[in-house]
Protein backbone atom coordinates (compact mmCIF):
# COMPACT_ATOMS: atom_id res chain seq x y z
CA UNK A 1 0.00 0.00 0.00
CA UNK A 2 1.37 3.64 -0.86
CA UNK A 3 -0.88 6.32 -1.08
CA UNK A 4 -0.14 9.32 -3.58
CA UNK A 5 -0.98 12.85 -4.82
CA UNK A 6 0.13 13.96 -8.00
CA UNK A 7 -0.67 17.24 -8.90
CA UNK A 8 -0.62 20.85 -9.61
CA UNK A 9 -1.89 24.14 -7.89
CA UNK A 10 -2.57 27.86 -8.01
CA UNK A 11 1.20 27.85 -5.60
CA UNK A 12 2.86 25.97 -8.74
CA UNK A 13 1.21 26.96 -11.88
CA UNK A 14 -0.20 30.31 -13.50
CA UNK A 15 -3.98 30.43 -14.36
CA UNK A 16 -2.50 29.17 -18.42
CA UNK A 17 -0.94 26.43 -17.12
CA UNK A 18 -4.09 25.26 -14.75
CA UNK A 19 -6.12 25.78 -17.43
CA UNK A 20 -4.08 23.23 -19.60
CA UNK A 21 -4.52 20.32 -16.65
CA UNK A 22 -8.18 20.88 -16.54
CA UNK A 23 -10.11 17.47 -15.51
CA UNK A 24 -13.81 18.73 -16.36
CA UNK A 25 -16.39 17.16 -13.91
CA UNK A 26 -18.54 15.17 -16.31
CA UNK A 27 -15.77 13.16 -17.58
CA UNK A 28 -13.90 12.45 -14.24
CA UNK A 29 -15.47 8.69 -14.21
CA UNK A 30 -14.09 8.59 -17.90
CA UNK A 31 -10.41 9.52 -16.69
CA UNK A 32 -10.38 6.94 -13.63
CA UNK A 33 -11.83 4.04 -15.44
CA UNK A 34 -8.65 4.44 -17.66
CA UNK A 35 -6.60 4.69 -14.63
CA UNK A 36 -7.67 1.19 -13.29
CA UNK A 37 -8.36 -0.31 -16.88
CA UNK A 38 -4.32 0.12 -17.43
CA UNK A 39 -3.76 -0.88 -14.29
CA UNK A 40 -1.86 2.17 -13.02
CA UNK A 41 -3.30 2.46 -9.41
CA UNK A 42 -5.58 0.34 -7.06
CA UNK A 43 -7.57 3.04 -6.35
CA UNK A 44 -8.07 7.10 -7.23
CA UNK A 45 -10.13 9.96 -6.65
CA UNK A 46 -9.56 12.87 -9.05
CA UNK A 47 -10.05 16.42 -8.36
CA UNK A 48 -9.96 19.48 -10.47
CA UNK A 49 -11.04 23.22 -9.27
CA UNK A 50 -9.85 26.45 -10.67
CA UNK A 51 -7.16 26.43 -8.45
CA UNK A 52 -5.79 23.26 -8.25
CA UNK A 53 -6.15 19.55 -10.42
CA UNK A 54 -5.17 16.35 -7.99
CA UNK A 55 -5.13 13.10 -8.56
CA UNK A 56 -5.02 11.14 -4.95
CA UNK A 57 -4.02 7.63 -6.15
CA UNK A 58 -2.86 4.07 -4.01
CA UNK A 59 -0.40 2.86 -6.30
CA UNK A 60 2.64 0.48 -6.80
CA UNK A 61 4.32 2.55 -9.35
CA UNK A 62 4.54 6.17 -8.63
CA UNK A 63 6.25 6.30 -12.36
CA UNK A 64 3.37 4.94 -14.13
CA UNK A 65 0.78 7.31 -12.13
CA UNK A 66 3.41 10.31 -12.98
CA UNK A 67 3.29 9.66 -16.73
CA UNK A 68 -0.72 8.85 -16.84
CA UNK A 69 -1.30 12.50 -15.09
CA UNK A 70 1.15 13.95 -17.78
CA UNK A 71 -0.27 12.41 -20.69
CA UNK A 72 -3.69 13.61 -20.07
CA UNK A 73 -2.59 17.45 -20.33
CA UNK A 74 -2.88 19.37 -23.46
CA UNK A 75 1.07 20.66 -22.64
CA UNK A 76 4.15 18.78 -22.74
CA UNK A 77 5.59 16.78 -19.94
CA UNK A 78 8.93 19.24 -19.68
CA UNK A 79 6.49 22.02 -19.72
CA UNK A 80 4.45 20.71 -16.68
CA UNK A 81 6.93 19.45 -14.78
CA UNK A 82 8.41 22.50 -13.05
CA UNK A 83 4.58 22.88 -11.57
CA UNK A 84 3.73 19.33 -10.80
CA UNK A 85 4.33 18.02 -6.49
CA UNK A 86 4.19 14.26 -5.36
CA UNK A 87 3.65 13.32 -1.91
CA UNK A 88 3.34 9.77 -0.41
CA UNK A 89 1.88 8.42 2.51
CA UNK A 90 1.65 9.96 5.82
CA UNK A 91 2.17 13.43 3.84
CA UNK A 92 0.06 12.63 0.94
CA UNK A 93 -2.78 11.97 3.54
CA UNK A 94 -1.62 14.96 5.32
CA UNK A 95 -1.84 17.04 2.13
CA UNK A 96 -5.49 16.17 1.17
CA UNK A 97 -6.95 17.35 4.97
CA UNK A 98 -5.27 20.23 4.54
CA UNK A 99 -6.71 20.89 1.17
CA UNK A 100 -10.50 19.46 2.41
CA UNK A 101 -10.05 22.30 4.89
CA UNK A 102 -9.23 24.91 2.85
CA UNK A 103 -5.85 25.53 4.41
CA UNK A 104 -4.27 25.09 0.71
CA UNK A 105 -7.07 27.26 -0.79
CA UNK A 106 -5.99 30.86 -2.52
CA UNK A 107 -8.46 31.84 -0.11
CA UNK A 108 -7.76 30.67 3.41
CA UNK A 109 -10.21 28.76 4.97
CA UNK A 110 -12.81 29.36 2.13
CA UNK A 111 -15.85 26.21 2.53
CA UNK A 112 -16.12 25.08 -0.97
CA UNK A 113 -13.53 22.63 -1.79
CA UNK A 114 -14.79 20.54 0.68
CA UNK A 115 -18.24 20.34 -0.88
CA UNK A 116 -15.64 19.65 -4.29
CA UNK A 117 -14.08 17.07 -2.73
CA UNK A 118 -17.19 15.44 -1.46
CA UNK A 119 -18.54 15.78 -5.14
CA UNK A 120 -15.31 14.16 -6.44
CA UNK A 121 -15.35 11.20 -4.06
CA UNK A 122 -18.71 10.59 -4.96
CA UNK A 123 -17.76 10.52 -8.97
CA UNK A 124 -14.60 8.02 -7.83
CA UNK A 125 -17.52 5.77 -6.06
CA UNK A 126 -19.62 5.83 -8.69
CA UNK A 127 -17.08 5.10 -11.54
CA UNK A 128 -15.74 1.84 -9.37
CA UNK A 129 -12.40 3.36 -8.33
CA UNK A 130 -12.87 3.42 -4.49
CA UNK A 131 -12.73 0.57 -2.53
CA UNK A 132 -11.79 -0.16 1.34
CA UNK A 133 -8.90 1.85 1.25
CA UNK A 134 -9.59 4.96 -0.04
CA UNK A 135 -13.86 4.89 1.55
CA UNK A 136 -11.85 4.28 5.03
CA UNK A 137 -9.55 7.15 4.25
CA UNK A 138 -11.83 9.75 2.76
CA UNK A 139 -14.46 9.40 5.35
CA UNK A 140 -11.37 10.37 7.89
CA UNK A 141 -10.68 12.98 5.51
CA UNK A 142 -14.10 14.44 5.67
CA UNK A 143 -14.36 13.88 9.85
CA UNK A 144 -11.16 15.84 10.47
CA UNK A 145 -12.36 18.57 8.52
CA UNK A 146 -14.85 19.02 9.76
CA UNK A 147 -13.01 18.89 13.16
CA UNK A 148 -11.05 21.56 12.32
CA UNK A 149 -14.02 24.22 11.15
CA UNK A 150 -15.56 22.98 14.86
CA UNK A 151 -12.36 23.24 16.76
CA UNK A 152 -10.60 26.10 15.05
CA UNK A 153 -11.19 29.77 14.14
CA UNK A 154 -10.18 28.64 9.96
CA UNK A 155 -13.55 29.19 9.29
CA UNK A 156 -15.03 32.32 10.50
CA UNK A 157 -16.32 34.77 8.71
CA UNK A 158 -15.63 32.60 5.37
CA UNK A 159 -14.28 34.57 2.53
CA UNK A 160 -14.58 32.94 -0.91
CA UNK A 161 -13.27 33.92 -4.00
CA UNK A 162 -16.47 35.50 -5.50
CA UNK A 163 -16.37 37.99 -2.37
CA UNK A 164 -12.67 38.99 -3.39
CA UNK A 165 -14.11 39.32 -6.65
CA UNK A 166 -16.44 41.73 -5.41
CA UNK A 167 -14.00 43.75 -2.96
CA UNK A 168 -10.98 43.80 -6.03
CA UNK A 169 -14.07 45.56 -8.10
CA UNK A 170 -14.81 47.96 -5.70
CA UNK A 171 -10.90 48.97 -5.45
CA UNK A 172 -11.07 49.97 -8.79
CA UNK A 173 -14.52 51.19 -9.19
CA UNK A 174 -15.49 53.88 -6.94
CA UNK A 175 -19.15 54.15 -8.24
CA UNK A 176 -19.59 50.34 -8.18
CA UNK A 177 -23.27 50.50 -6.53
CA UNK A 178 -24.67 52.02 -9.50
CA UNK A 179 -23.25 49.63 -11.81
CA UNK A 180 -24.98 47.88 -14.72
CA UNK A 181 -23.49 43.80 -13.35
CA UNK A 182 -24.01 40.86 -15.78
CA UNK A 183 -23.25 37.27 -14.08
CA UNK A 184 -22.39 34.56 -16.77
CA UNK A 185 -23.10 31.29 -15.27
CA UNK A 186 -25.33 29.07 -12.82
CA UNK A 187 -22.91 27.61 -10.67
CA UNK A 188 -22.05 27.70 -7.05
CA UNK A 189 -20.13 31.06 -7.71
CA UNK A 190 -22.32 32.76 -9.66
CA UNK A 191 -24.69 31.86 -6.40
CA UNK A 192 -22.63 33.24 -4.31
CA UNK A 193 -21.80 36.49 -6.16
CA UNK A 194 -25.55 37.45 -6.46
CA UNK A 195 -25.74 36.98 -2.55
CA UNK A 196 -23.08 39.11 -2.26
CA UNK A 197 -24.28 41.67 -4.91
CA UNK A 198 -27.47 42.45 -3.06
CA UNK A 199 -26.15 44.65 0.14
CA UNK A 200 -23.90 46.48 -3.17
CA UNK A 201 -26.41 47.48 -5.75
CA UNK A 202 -28.81 49.39 -6.77
CA UNK A 203 -29.34 48.31 -10.23
CA UNK A 204 -30.92 45.10 -11.26
CA UNK A 205 -28.18 41.40 -12.03
CA UNK A 206 -29.00 39.93 -15.30
CA UNK A 207 -27.48 36.13 -15.27
CA UNK A 208 -26.43 34.56 -18.47
CA UNK A 209 -26.60 30.95 -18.79
CA UNK A 210 -26.59 28.07 -20.90
CA UNK A 211 -29.68 26.56 -17.92
CA UNK A 212 -31.69 29.56 -16.89
CA UNK A 213 -33.99 27.13 -15.07
CA UNK A 214 -31.31 26.48 -12.89
CA UNK A 215 -30.13 30.24 -12.29
CA UNK A 216 -34.01 30.81 -11.64
CA UNK A 217 -33.77 29.04 -7.98
CA UNK A 218 -31.20 31.34 -6.41
CA UNK A 219 -32.64 34.73 -8.36
CA UNK A 220 -35.90 34.15 -6.27
CA UNK A 221 -36.58 37.75 -4.47
CA UNK A 222 -33.68 39.16 -6.37
CA UNK A 223 -34.03 42.25 -8.79
CA UNK A 224 -32.89 40.83 -12.39
CA UNK A 225 -33.33 38.79 -15.27
CA UNK A 226 -32.08 35.38 -16.33
CA UNK A 227 -31.37 35.27 -19.63
CA UNK A 228 -29.85 32.25 -21.54
CA UNK A 229 -26.63 32.47 -23.67
CA UNK A 230 -28.34 33.62 -27.18
CA UNK A 231 -28.79 37.08 -25.62
CA UNK A 232 -25.19 37.62 -24.69
CA UNK A 233 -24.13 40.15 -26.66
CA UNK A 234 -27.34 42.31 -25.65
CA UNK A 235 -26.88 41.67 -22.20
CA UNK A 236 -23.07 42.62 -22.93
CA UNK A 237 -23.86 46.05 -24.47
CA UNK A 238 -25.48 47.69 -21.37
CA UNK A 239 -22.97 46.06 -19.04
CA UNK A 240 -20.64 48.05 -16.42
CA UNK A 241 -19.32 45.18 -15.41
CA UNK A 242 -19.06 41.39 -16.12
CA UNK A 243 -18.21 38.68 -13.66
CA UNK A 244 -18.20 35.28 -15.54
CA UNK A 245 -17.60 31.62 -13.99
CA UNK A 246 -18.94 28.89 -15.84
CA UNK A 247 -17.24 25.24 -16.29
CA UNK A 248 -17.12 25.23 -20.30
CA UNK A 249 -13.36 24.24 -21.67
CA UNK A 250 -13.94 26.38 -24.23
CA UNK A 251 -14.27 30.49 -24.06
CA UNK A 252 -17.87 31.83 -23.55
CA UNK A 253 -16.97 35.54 -24.36
CA UNK A 254 -14.53 35.14 -27.47
CA UNK A 255 -12.56 38.41 -29.11
CA UNK A 256 -15.30 38.27 -32.43
CA UNK A 257 -18.17 38.80 -29.97
CA UNK A 258 -16.30 41.41 -27.50
CA UNK A 259 -14.92 43.14 -31.08
CA UNK A 260 -19.06 43.78 -32.01
CA UNK A 261 -20.29 44.67 -28.50
CA UNK A 262 -17.42 47.17 -28.26
CA UNK A 263 -18.62 48.90 -31.59
CA UNK A 264 -22.14 48.74 -30.27
CA UNK A 265 -21.19 49.86 -26.77
CA UNK A 266 -19.69 53.87 -28.64
CA UNK A 267 -16.31 54.03 -26.49
CA UNK A 268 -18.44 53.09 -23.35
CA UNK A 269 -15.74 51.37 -20.82
CA UNK A 270 -15.98 48.05 -18.98
CA UNK A 271 -14.44 45.57 -16.82
CA UNK A 272 -14.81 41.82 -17.23
CA UNK A 273 -13.58 39.23 -14.33
CA UNK A 274 -12.94 36.08 -15.47
CA UNK A 275 -12.81 33.63 -12.11
CA UNK A 276 -13.69 30.16 -14.11
CA UNK A 277 -10.41 28.02 -15.04
CA UNK A 278 -10.17 27.00 -18.25
CA UNK A 279 -10.93 30.37 -18.72
CA UNK A 280 -14.60 31.61 -19.60
CA UNK A 281 -13.30 35.18 -21.33
CA UNK A 282 -11.12 34.91 -24.50
CA UNK A 283 -7.20 36.38 -22.91
CA UNK A 284 -6.74 38.42 -26.52
CA UNK A 285 -9.81 40.99 -25.90
CA UNK A 286 -7.23 43.02 -23.59
CA UNK A 287 -6.30 44.00 -27.38
CA UNK A 288 -9.57 45.78 -27.92
CA UNK A 289 -9.70 49.59 -26.65
CA UNK A 290 -12.02 50.94 -23.44
CA UNK A 291 -11.51 46.52 -22.16
CA UNK A 292 -9.96 45.38 -18.64
CA UNK A 293 -9.91 41.95 -18.01
CA UNK A 294 -8.88 40.30 -15.25
CA UNK A 295 -8.55 36.75 -14.20
CA UNK A 296 -8.47 34.51 -10.83
CA UNK A 297 -4.77 35.13 -10.36
CA UNK A 298 -4.97 39.11 -10.12
CA UNK A 299 -7.38 38.85 -7.23
CA UNK A 300 -4.03 37.62 -4.66
CA UNK A 301 -3.28 40.76 -3.40
CA UNK A 302 -6.96 41.26 -2.30
CA UNK A 303 -7.15 37.41 -1.20
CA UNK A 304 -3.79 37.61 1.04
CA UNK A 305 -5.09 40.55 2.98
CA UNK A 306 -7.54 38.29 4.24
CA UNK A 307 -5.43 36.05 5.02
CA UNK A 308 -4.13 38.13 8.51
CA UNK A 309 -6.49 37.00 11.32
CA UNK A 310 -6.68 33.64 10.07
CA UNK A 311 -3.01 32.83 10.03
CA UNK A 312 -3.01 31.56 13.96
CA UNK A 313 -6.26 29.45 13.32
CA UNK A 314 -4.33 27.94 10.49
CA UNK A 315 -1.46 27.40 12.20
CA UNK A 316 -3.67 25.07 14.79
CA UNK A 317 -5.14 23.01 12.51
CA UNK A 318 -1.47 22.50 10.96
CA UNK A 319 -0.24 20.75 13.87
CA UNK A 320 -3.59 19.08 14.16
CA UNK A 321 -3.51 17.29 10.44
CA UNK A 322 -0.35 16.59 10.80
CA UNK A 323 -1.06 14.75 14.08
CA UNK A 324 -4.01 13.14 12.43
CA UNK A 325 -2.46 12.09 9.50
CA UNK A 326 0.56 10.18 11.08
CA UNK A 327 -1.49 8.54 13.46
CA UNK A 328 -3.91 7.41 10.54
CA UNK A 329 -1.25 6.27 8.38
CA UNK A 330 0.28 4.23 11.41
CA UNK A 331 -2.90 2.82 11.48
CA UNK A 332 -3.24 2.09 7.94
CA UNK A 333 -0.15 0.24 8.07
CA UNK A 334 -0.65 -1.90 11.16
CA UNK A 335 -4.35 -2.99 8.84
CA UNK A 336 -2.55 -3.74 5.96
CA UNK A 337 0.78 -5.62 8.16
CA UNK A 338 -2.23 -7.67 9.24
CA UNK A 339 -3.81 -8.58 6.58
CA UNK A 340 -0.31 -9.18 4.77
CA UNK A 341 0.49 -11.80 7.71
CA UNK A 342 -3.38 -13.09 7.35
CA UNK A 343 -3.04 -14.09 3.40
CA UNK A 344 0.70 -15.11 4.02
CA UNK A 345 -0.67 -17.80 6.73
CA UNK A 346 -3.89 -18.78 4.75
CA UNK A 347 -1.34 -19.34 1.45
CA UNK A 348 1.04 -21.93 3.75
CA UNK A 349 -2.25 -23.80 5.11
CA UNK A 350 -3.82 -23.97 1.37
CA UNK A 351 -0.22 -25.43 0.59
CA UNK A 352 -0.29 -27.80 3.15
CA UNK A 353 -3.83 -28.81 2.19
CA UNK A 354 -3.53 -29.07 -1.84
CA UNK A 355 0.14 -31.39 -0.93
CA UNK A 356 -2.02 -33.52 1.22
CA UNK A 357 -4.86 -33.67 -0.82
CA UNK A 358 -2.74 -35.00 -4.48
CA UNK A 359 -1.35 -37.64 -1.97
CA UNK A 360 -4.78 -39.07 -0.86
CA UNK A 361 -6.00 -38.81 -4.72
CA UNK A 362 -2.89 -41.08 -5.47
CA UNK A 363 -3.79 -43.01 -2.77
CA UNK A 364 -7.39 -43.57 -4.02
CA UNK A 365 -6.23 -43.96 -7.20
CA UNK A 366 -3.74 -46.94 -5.59
CA UNK A 367 -7.12 -48.84 -4.60
CA UNK A 368 -6.58 -47.79 -1.18
CA UNK A 369 -9.91 -47.86 1.21
CA UNK A 370 -11.28 -44.42 1.20
CA UNK A 371 -11.89 -44.41 4.86
CA UNK A 372 -7.94 -45.12 5.52
CA UNK A 373 -7.30 -42.53 3.15
CA UNK A 374 -9.54 -39.97 4.93
CA UNK A 375 -8.04 -40.88 8.38
CA UNK A 376 -3.98 -40.46 6.92
CA UNK A 377 -5.40 -37.25 5.42
CA UNK A 378 -6.22 -35.96 8.62
CA UNK A 379 -3.81 -37.14 10.49
CA UNK A 380 -0.82 -35.92 8.38
CA UNK A 381 -2.56 -32.41 7.78
CA UNK A 382 -3.13 -31.74 11.12
CA UNK A 383 0.70 -32.69 12.10
CA UNK A 384 1.77 -29.97 9.53
CA UNK A 385 -0.62 -27.63 10.81
CA UNK A 386 0.60 -27.54 14.15
CA UNK A 387 4.16 -29.00 13.80
CA UNK A 388 5.55 -25.15 13.57
CA UNK A 389 3.29 -23.72 16.43
CA UNK A 390 4.06 -26.30 19.13
CA UNK A 391 7.47 -25.96 18.19
CA UNK A 392 7.64 -22.62 18.80
CA UNK A 393 5.59 -22.52 21.56
CA UNK A 394 7.99 -25.28 23.55
CA UNK A 395 10.67 -23.31 22.61
CA UNK A 396 9.41 -19.92 24.15
CA UNK A 397 8.48 -22.14 27.36
CA UNK A 398 12.28 -23.40 27.55
CA UNK A 399 13.36 -19.61 26.86
CA UNK A 400 10.56 -18.30 29.70
CA UNK A 401 8.71 -16.04 27.27
CA UNK A 402 5.35 -16.72 29.07
CA UNK A 403 3.63 -13.82 27.19
CA UNK A 404 3.92 -15.40 23.44
CA UNK A 405 1.78 -18.68 25.68
CA UNK A 406 -0.84 -15.74 26.36
CA UNK A 407 -0.59 -14.56 22.98
CA UNK A 408 -1.29 -17.80 21.41
CA UNK A 409 -4.17 -18.51 23.97
CA UNK A 410 -5.52 -15.23 22.66
CA UNK A 411 -5.11 -16.08 19.37
CA UNK A 412 -6.54 -19.85 18.95
CA UNK A 413 -8.76 -19.09 21.73
CA UNK A 414 -7.71 -21.81 24.06
CA UNK A 415 -9.45 -21.94 27.75
CA UNK A 416 -8.07 -21.80 30.97
CA UNK A 417 -7.99 -24.78 32.43
CA UNK A 418 -10.93 -26.11 34.74
CA UNK A 419 -9.09 -26.15 38.28
CA UNK A 420 -11.47 -29.32 39.16
CA UNK A 421 -10.29 -31.04 36.38
CA UNK A 422 -6.42 -29.95 37.21
CA UNK A 423 -7.35 -31.97 40.52
CA UNK A 424 -8.33 -34.94 39.20
Known sequence: MSIFVVGINHKTASIAVREKAYFALDKLALYLQDLLTRRVAHEAVLISTCNRSELYCDSDDIHAVHDWFCEQVSMTKQELESALYIYRDDEAIAHIMRVACGLDSMVLGEPQILGQMKEAFSEACTAGSVNALFNRLFQQIFMVAKDIRTTTAIGACPVSVASAAIHFVKQHL??????????????????LLVRYLQSYLQNAITIVTRTPEKAALFMEGV????????QLSSALINADIVFSATSSALPVVTKDIMHK????RSAKPIMLIDIAV??????AIVELPHVQLFCIDDLKAIIEKNRHGREHAAEKAYDLICEKSQLFFAEL???DKVSHTIRVYRGQIEEICRAELLKAKLQLQQ???SEEVLEIFAKAFTQKLLHSPSVRLRQAGVE???ELLKFAKQLFAIPDPDPEVERL
Not at 261 to 264: L, P
Not at 278 to 283: E, V
Open 174 to 191: PDFTNANVVLIGAGDTTA
Open 223 to 230: AGEVCGLD
Open 261 to 264: VMQA
Open 278 to 283: PRDIDP
Open 333 to 335: NSI
Open 367 to 369: GIN
Open 400 to 402: GRF
